[in-house]
C-alpha cells in the first residue's frame, strides 16, 4: 500500500493508491490509512496479517508481499548499497521470498537481465547507473522499455528510476588539494576535463576547450598536471588520481559528462571496482582527487570534501539533496535505475518489492539512509502510474482493479482536431470498456472546432468538456494565463481552460511509395523547408524571393514558367510532371501548423490541391496519384506506411538540398521526440474546461497513466518525455486551481 504521507500537493494521488493497492497486490494489509506502524513492537519482525517490522533501525510499516520464491538482483557498485538495504528488510518481512543481490557494474546489470550469459547468469533485475547503451538494447517509442540485443534478444527490460546520484568529485578534508580549489571557488568542467584526460594540451584545444582559461598557470608540459597550473596559489604538487574502474557506470558516466568521451581516456591514476579502495587511496594523499557516487560521499563525508563543480548557468554548485534533485548540480547529477525483466512470474515477485522500496516511507527512507536522493512528488507519480502500474497489468492479477479506482458514472464529451481523435478515440473505447458507467463522445471537426466547443461557441457546435487541438490557441480565440490556463474570448467568456499536451507528432511529408515523386525525392537526398514551401505555396518566385529563398538552390532546373511547378524543376532526373497536392483543409491544427512551420504565413497561402478534413481522403489520393504530395499527422503516415514514404526533410529555409549544410531527417518516434525532426515536429493538446474537472479528472488520470501512453505509440504517435509528463500530471491534479 502506498502512503507517502509528504509535504507534497499530490494529495488525490495518494487518496486513489490508498484506496487501491491494497487488493492490486493481493497481500494482507489491513484498512488502516497509515500504513507505518508506530506501537513499540519488541519482535523485530512480525509475520502475522500486517507484515510489520520494526527494530532499532527503521520501522518499515506495512509491507505487502509477493509470493514466495526468489528474486536475483545485479549490477551497478552505485546501485548495490541501495539494492541490499531494500532487499534485507523486504525479506525480514517476508519469509517466503529470498532475494540475491550482486554488483559486476551496469554493464553486468544491462547483461544478465537480458539474459546475456557473457555477463553472468540471468536475473530479474538488472541495476544501472547509467542509461542503456545502443549495443545493449533499443529504446521503444515510451522512453523506458528496452529491447535486448545482447543474449535473449526476445526478453524486453523496463526502466525504472529509483533515486538520484550526484558524482561527486571528492578529496581528502583540509588536505592541500581541497584548499587549492576552494582557494579558486571551485573547478570548472573543463578544469576537471584537463585533471582526469589523457588529451594533450593541442588535443584539447582542438577539442573546443579553452585550455589558457582552465590552466590559466600553466608550465607547458603535458606529461605533468600540477595543482599550481590551475591557480599560482596553489602547491607545485602532482595531481594523483583515484577512480572507478572501466565497466562502472559510474566511469561511464563521468566519461561521457567531463571528458566528453575523448578518445585519448582517463590519465592513469588507482581505479577499482571496489569504492572503499578509491577512498583509502583518497584519504592517504592529501594531492588526490576522485570521483564517486553521492551515496559514498556521504559515507565519508567525515574524511573527504566534496568540490563544487562549475554547472551551465555559470555557478559553482556542491552536491546535496536539493541540488541533486532539482538539477542545479549539473553536468554530474544523474538518475540510477533498476531495470526490471518483462515476465509475468518475474514481475509478480518483482512488483511488490519495488512497490515497497519506491513507494512507501520506509523505503524511502532507506534511500536517504545510504546516502542517495528521494525522487519527487511528481518524479515519483510517473514511476507509479507511468511505468510500475503499467506493469501490474502484465502479471496474471492484471491491474484493473488499480485503474477501475479512476471510474465513475459519467458522460464525457470531446472534439476538436483530426490529429488527435485517433487518441482521443482510442482512450475513449479502452476506458469505457475498463468502467462500464462512463460514457465518451468523441468528435472531430477541426482544432478550430476544439477551441470553439470547449468554449460554448454555439458557431462551432454544442458545447463539450474538452476540446481537442494539433495547434496552440489563436489571440482571437482566448487568453493565455499562467500553468497552460486559458481564458475564451469568444462564446462563453467566463469559460477557463486547462491546456494538456498529451503526445507529440510528427507532421509527415508523404507521397505514395515507389512512384515518381518518391523516387525523384530519394534521388535529391530529400527536401528542404524552403523547397516545401516552393512546392506548396501560391506566391510568386518575386515573393519568394523577398522572403528570404534563394531560388537557383531551391530550384537549380527552373523552367521559369510560375503558371506551373514541376518536379523536373527541383532536378533534371525528375519527371516534367506536374507536382499535384494533398492537404488538409483550412480548419485543420495541422494546415495552420505547416502554414505557419514551413510558409511562414506567406499572404499568397496554398497552391490548390485535393483538401480535406478526413485525412483518409488525403490518403487516397497520394496512392491514387504518384506525382502527388501532401501531408498529415504522424499517426495517419504510420497507419499507411505499407503504401506511402515519408519525406526526409531539412530544417533550411532559404536553400535546396543541393547547397544546404542541414541534414535531411525522416519522422520517427526517435526523431520527433528528440527533436531532430524540425521543423516539422509538434505537440498535440487537449483543452479542459475547468467547470468540468469532477467529470473528467478520473479519465485523464488514467489516459495520462502507462496504459494509456501504450495507446499513444499504437495509434502513430510519440508519448511525452518526462518532464513534460510530469508537468501535465500537476495540472491534472490542481483541476484547474493554482
Known sequence: MFTRQKTHALTLIALMMLAALAGCLGGDDTTDTDPVDTTDVTDPVDNGTDNTTVDDRIDVGTITCGPDGSISIAGSSTVYPLATAWAEYYQEACDGVTITVEGGGSGAGAGRVCANSAKGTAVDIGDMSRDWKSTEASRGDDGYTMSCLSGDTTLEARQIVVAYDGLSVVVKKGGAAQTCVEGMGGLTVDQLRWIFSAETAAEMTAAGVDVSAAVPNSDGDDTTHLWSELSSDCPAAAINLAYPDADSGTYEYFFEAALHEAEQGFRAG???????????????????????????????????TALAIQNDAGQMVAPDADTVRDGSYNPLARPIFMNLLVDADSLASTLPFLNYGLFTDAGQAQVGEVGYVSLNSLQEAQMYWGRYAHLLGMTAGGNDALMQDFCSDVSITLAGSSTVFPVANAWAEDFQELCDGVTITVEGGGSGAGAGRVCANSAKGTPVMIGDMSRGWKDTEATMGANGQYSCLVGDTSITVTQLVVAFDGLSVVVKQGGAADQCINGIGGLTAAQL?????????????????????????????????????????????????????????????????????????????????????LVNALVGDETAIGYFGYAYYQENQATLTAVAVADDH????????????????????????????????????????????????WAFSGDGSAIISEVGYVPLDDATWQEMHKRIVAEGVY
Not at 270 to 277: C, G, I, L
Not at 286 to 296: K, M, N
Request: aromatic fraction near 10%.
Open 533 to 617: 514551401r516552393w512546392i506548396f505555396s501560391a506566391e510568386t518566385d518575386a515573393e519568394m524571393t523577398d522572403a528570404g529563398l534563394d531560388l537557383s538552390s531551391v530550384t537549380p532546373n527552373s523552367d521559369g514558367d510560375e503558371t506551373t511547378k514541376l518536379w523536373s524543376e527541383l532536378s533534371a532526373d525528375c519527371p516534367s510532371a506536374a507536382i499535384n497536392l494533398a492537404y488538409p483543409d483550412a480548419d485543420s491544427g495541422t494546415y495552420e501548423y505547416f502554414f505557419e512551420a514551413v510558409l511562414h504565413e506567406a499572404a499568397a497561402g496554398f497552391r490548390s490541391g485535393e483538401q480535406s478534413a478526413d485525412d483518409n481522403v
Open 270 to 304: 588507482e581505479q577499482s571496482a571496489d569504492d572503499n579502495v578509491i577512498v583509502s587511496a583518497l584519504t592517504g594523499d592529501e594531492t588526490a582527487i576522485g570521483y564517486f557516487g553521492y551515496a559514498y560521499f556521504q559515507e565519508n563525508q567525515a574524511t573527504l
Open 654 to 701: 532559404a536553400l535546396g538540398m543541393g547547397d544546404t549544410t542541414a541534414t535531411a531527417v525522416v519522422p520517427t518516434a526517435g526523431t520527433v521526440a528528440g527533436g531532430t525532426y524540425t521543423p516539422l515536429a509538434r505537440p498535440i493538446f487537449m483543452n479542459v474546461n475547468n467547470a468540468e474537472w469532477d467529470a473528467v479528472s478520473g479519465f485523464l488520470l
